[in-house]
């Protein structure tokens, strides 16, 4: 089985290959036990967040972090023609096959099944085949060890070099791949999850219109969770805001909506919480006001400081914060 081209083998120290030796990523997405790898189009609407070709060697990370290697670069690792590797995904489901039965006896030995070997996806126009980093690993191990005589030197070097979580790692640096960027949003999706269409029609509530400012707090490094909750401070001062300035005359009659929290935040043990929401038509004014007077009006940097104090949040993610938000003043003439 072996390709009649010059075979692929990682050289960690030849900077014309991938180097393993770049700096490492210290979180990476989680794996669990017995994890189901559920592969099929249509079933899980994932597409491609990332991808790159790298000597050769098409790799990647799906939608949902998934990191994954297209069917050219897993023979490439393997040392095996492409059509094996495709071989073995036209077979999966018939586990009377030696090769299938081995190579899924070797991803239940790691804790995971799968219901298909690679997850068929279009990007950019073209179909590509992409098998996640742990199917990866079983089929280069099998190659590596468990093929008989159609065992690879090629994919015992590669094994030895890319096992347990360093082929995960590998594909996350070369494609600039952070899987903790999408963690720090876990705990405002779980919010909007919750919270998302609970205003009735025809009214805004603040939680949604404050995603701008989240994510850019987000961005700056803030944990946003149970004590940095700044659509609370915004709600208080446009609350006050419409008050002050008998806006219902203007707009209409604001309302009350149940507002809740997830349960990873200790403000659940009160849900549902009644919020206020306001009229769509004040939605413009709302905007120009969250700009131009909470942001640019100084609110904004009070309430960053006052978490600072408090030890909620670190100085220099205040001033990125602020930075990103608030535009830089024209020097007076």
Known sequence: MSDSKKPFVFKP?????ISLNANKISVLAPKSASKEITPAQGILHLGIELNADVNGIGMGV???GTPYLNQRGLAALCGVQNAH???ISSQWQDEDKPRIKSIKAILAKAGFSAAAAHVEIVHGGQTQYCYPAEICLAVLEYYAFDAGANCQPEARDNYRLLAGSKLRELIYRQVGYDPAHLKRFDKWHERVALNYQSAPKGFFHVFNEAHTVVYELIM???DIGDKN???ISIGQHWSKHWTDNNLEAVYGAR???PHCYPDSHPQSKS?????????LAALGAYREWLQDIYIEGGKFSAYLKGKVAKGDLLPSVAQLAVTALVPPQLPSS
């Open 271 to 279: 849900n549902p919480q009644e919020s206020w929401c306001y009229p």
């Open 85 to 87: 590797i495709g071989t």
């Open 220 to 222: 700056a490094g803030a």
């Open 13 to 17: 120290k030849t900077r014309e290959e």
């Open 255 to 257: 309302s009350k909506y």
């Open 62 to 64: 799906l939608s949902d």
């Open 229 to 231: 909750v700044v659509d």
